[in-house]
């Protein structure tokens, strides 16, 4: 029996698959990454992988596991020493390891040629080009980059509700949601800079601030639209790198803000098929985890932006 793993891990949730024969037979969650001063990243990586590996019962003699990671390493020996603890957290398989744009293009364009935006806690964006080329936007993290994302957008809101308590911005019903969720206000600020993942809590701001706008709040209206703008200028200059000419190219989305129909997915399209007139907006063909699971029957175009270790590595 072959088995394999499949990893989407991002900085709020990590979702594991075990692989049977290129077939997903079972899924399992874990916490995401923590970014902080005090948290070595490897090891938090390495600990939420294994946790969802001990949640599918740690299964024996799984000979490969593939991993599309907010968090992977631009480093190439820091990626070599993630790959290394995860091998020896899981019984040495072969590690195929990538960042998370990798697995969010494969699952949603099945390698083909074209762009995904991926938006959930952090933004990034991938475009393959015609020639296997690989281009890439934002994917900055949240203290250089990021424009658009969860955190972007809980971070625009929070500092709108500091605003209005402080007299420096207008009255917004952010004040009264952010209470809800977050309690007291006194203080906010000190409670998130010293939360173990502050960019996690600050994310998770998203739902009220989405409620706030659907009942009509002007500022949480207006942080949506920017960032739905920041996605959209993302997106066009990677397709103005990776392709002489829009037209006809795929352009494609993952991540969770896509889920909200209203105030992201159907603004984004049209805005994107407005400012490249000639794109063609493509509903995604799976998830990351998806494309995870896709690439473990060979990595394709994608080759040159993974990391393989151990055993012979075949790809």
């Given at each position: 029996m072959s088995l394999e793993?499949?990893?989407?891990?991002?900085?709020?949730?990590?979702?594991?698959?075990?692989?049977?024969?290129g077939v997903a037979v079972e899924i399992t969650h874990a916490g995401g990454f923590a970014y902080s001063a005090e948290t070595?990243?490897?090891?938090?990586?390495?600990?939420?992988?294994?946790?969802?590996?001990?949640?599918?019962?740690?299964?024996?003699?799984?000979?490969?596991?593939?991993?599309?990671?907010?968090a992977a390493p631009l480093q190439?020996?820091?990626?070599?020493?993630?790959?290394?603890?995860?091998?020896?957290?899981?019984?040495?398989?072969?590690?195929?390891?990538?960042?998370?744009m990798v697995t969010a293009h494969a699952g949603a364009l099945g390698g083909a040629p074209g762009v995904v935006t991926t938006a959930g806690t952090g933004v990034v964006c991938l475009g393959i080009s015609a020639d296997g080329g690989a281009h890439q936007g934002d994917g900055h993290g949240y203290l250089l980059g990021d424009a658009g994302s969860g955190f972007s957008i809980g971070r625009a809101a929070l500092r709108a509700v500091l605003a209005a308590r402080d007299g420096r911005g207008p009255a917004t019903t952010l004040t009264e949601a952010a209470r809800e969720a977050l309690g007291d206000l006194a203080g906010l600020?000190?409670?998130?800079?010293?939360?173990?993942?502050?960019?996690?809590?600050?994310?998770?701001?998203?739902?009220?601030?989405?409620?706030?706008?659907?009942?009509?709040?002007?500022?949480?209206?207006?942080?949506?639209?920017?960032?739905?703008?920041?996605l959209v200028v993302t997106t066009a200059a990677v397709l103005a790198r990776s392709f002489p000419s829009p037209e006809g190219v795929?352009?494609?989305?993952?991540?969770?803000?896509?889920?909200?129909?209203?105030?992201?997915?159907?603004?984004?399209?049209?805005?994107?098929?407005?400012?490249?007139?000639?794109?063609?907006?493509?509903?995604?063909?799976?998830?990351?985890?998806?494309?995870?699971?896709?690439?473990?029957?060979?990595?394709?175009?994608?080759?040159p932006l993974m990391l393989t270790a151990g055993r012979d590595a075949h790809v």
């Open positions: 793993l499949a990893v989407d891990g991002g900085q709020t949730n990590l979702r594991m698959a075990l692989v049977h024969d070595d990243l490897l090891d938090s990586v390495a600990n939420a992988v294994t946790e969802a590996y001990e949640a599918l019962g740690s299964p024996a003699a799984v000979r490969r596991i593939c991993l599309g990671l907010t190439p020996d820091r990626r070599r020493r993630l790959a290394a603890r995860i091998r020896d957290r899981l019984g040495d398989p072969e590690v195929w390891l990538g960042p998370d600020s000190q409670r998130i800079y010293t939360s173990p993942a502050p960019v996690r809590m600050v994310a998770r701001c998203t739902p009220w601030v989405a409620a706030a706008a659907r009942e009509g709040d002007a500022v949480a209206q207006a942080i949506w639209a920017d960032a739905v703008d920041a795929p352009v494609s989305w993952a991540g969770g803000l896509f889920a909200m129909e209203d105030l992201v997915r159907r603004p984004f399209t049209d805005a994107i098929q407005a400012r490249c007139p000639g794109v063609e907006v493509r509903e995604p063909l799976g998830n990351p985890l998806d494309g995870a699971v896709r690439l473990l029957a060979g990595l394709g175009p994608y080759e």
